[in-house]
């Protein structure tokens, strides 16, 4: 990529004031505890106009392997086999802590954004975006697990049996977000593990760490001891040595698959092991000859684009007819390069600077590489670069022995292919090593999009018609094949992921229902019952 000078998109040197974020904190066992050993500078990834120096947002603790197991064993005592006060506590109850604990993150919210913003650099709009979706995530999860709880409220008799089945805490859990959203995707574990009883470890990002630091005392306020405990520091230090344990039943993690399958071979008993795994992606988007090419090319940017491209969801490679590919190229290079790059507080930037340290040397090389091999940069400002802020890029002529085709770039940065025979498409779903998500453009002309759909189901989890690829609303199954995904996100799937059906069984006679028909009358069991959750 060339060197910019791209100076007057960074922040006035007096413009803003940046936050100072003491992360000397971690939560173990209801205790906030400050952190005395080895600590981690925290920079934002913007800079200030004329001035080459970081800015310092605050620090965070770089745990040992010492206290990420004091951790676990709280959590591990917290859970008690099954007996500890958390997993017993009636339902209603555990709901009651959560919305506890939901009242007190509301408070914090603009508190909350502004950090997201600083550290991750995601733009005004987005990072509202993502603690809002975050708190409305919470109250779904809420009420879907009332109507779960209400829907078991009842009795099977089948084959001479009385039956009462519900779903049980499965156990221990530890749970790793990642740094592109930080807040909403650690919750998306979090707090459906802790509806269903369950204890956790969480491990924060160590880039995005700093948006959690103003709940750790909403966490030690609104649940008992050790059913909630947040470490911060290396991945490597701390995470190996908790798998190794055996004492995690739960894996939730969002992150690479080699990151992820490095941790589970750490688990000595990887069959009794359950994971739900959030991973990479490499999404194509399918413009069809037939296609609306004023809505392909705007949703194609906005999925391109939208947080520079930093999301599993982002379109990451874009297959394109022959006989519409050079009028889609023309108005797609130049919707990019109409994309305003700034600071995240101006309403109208849409490309910010990256926080991954690293990322614009390996886009850089990517692009290296593709040019080297006869790609070319189709759009006038692509293939530049200051600093942390890399121009949104467009590559043409892209071939599959160049590494832009086959990798997830996660950046501003989309190669744009020719195709005139679909097959040739749909082979390369079917060698990918992902298959999370497509996006097909198409009126259906002559039964085109139709003619394409049930190949791509059987290759990817969701099948987008004339829209971005995307997560959500949180009701909807999120989920993968492949490297993509192990596991089912959403609101529904979630509740069930953390936990697992149980039931108590008698003979249906005339003694064995006396017997439960006390129990359930005299409200004795959080588990035998009959309750209706409003």
Known sequence: MQKASFDDNFLADDARAAPSVDGTKYLINGEIRQWEGQMAD??????????????????????????ALEALDAADAAYKNGRGKWCLMPDKERIECVEKYLTGLIAKRDEIVSLIEWEICKNKAAAAKEVDRTIVYIKDTILQMKKMVNSDSNFTRVEGILAQVRRA?????????PFNYPFNETYTVLIPALLMGNCVVVKLPRTGVLCHYPTLELFRDCFPPGVVNVISGSG????????????????????????????????????????????EAKNPAIVLDDAP????????????????????????????????YDKFVSMFTESVD??????????????????????????????????????KVANKRGGQMDRTLVAPTVLTGVTPEMRIYREEQFGPLVPVIKFSDLETVLDYFATSQYGQQASVFSTNKNGAFASVLDSLVNQVCRVNLNTQCQRGPDVLPFTGRKDSAYGTLSVWDALRTFSIRSMVA??????????????VEGNSSNFLRMEYLF
Request: with cysteine; hydrophobic share 40%.
């Open 338 to 375: 109409n994309l305003v790059m700034g600071t995240p507080w101006d309403d109208k930037v849409e490309i910010t600077p990256l926080p991954e340290a690293g990322k614009p040397d390996y886009l850089d090389k990517l692009v290296a590489d593709a040019v080297e091999k006869g790609a």
């Open 506 to 519: 008698t003979k249906d006679d005339d003694d064995n229902r006396g017997v439960v028909q006390k129990i």
């Open 236 to 279: 490597r230090t701390t995470m190996p040595p908790i798998m190794e344990t055996g004492k995690i039943d739960i894996f939730g993690f969002i992150g690479t698959s080699t990151a992820a399958a490095d941790l589970q071979k750490c688990h000595p008993a990887p069959h009794r092991l359950r994971v739900v795994l959030g991973l």
């Open 293 to 324: 090419l004023d809505v392909a090319v705007k949703e194609i940017t906005a999925g391109s684009f939208g947080f520079n491209g930093q999301r599993c969801t982002a379109i990451k490679i874009v297959w394109v007819a022959d006989a519409v």
């Open 169 to 177: 805490p499965y156990g221990t859990v530890l749970c790793c977000g």
């Open 42 to 67: 925290v920079y934002s990834p913007i800079f200030r106009k004329g001035n080459p120096e970081k800015i310092r947002l605050g620090q965070y603790a770089m745990l040992d392997k010492a206290t």
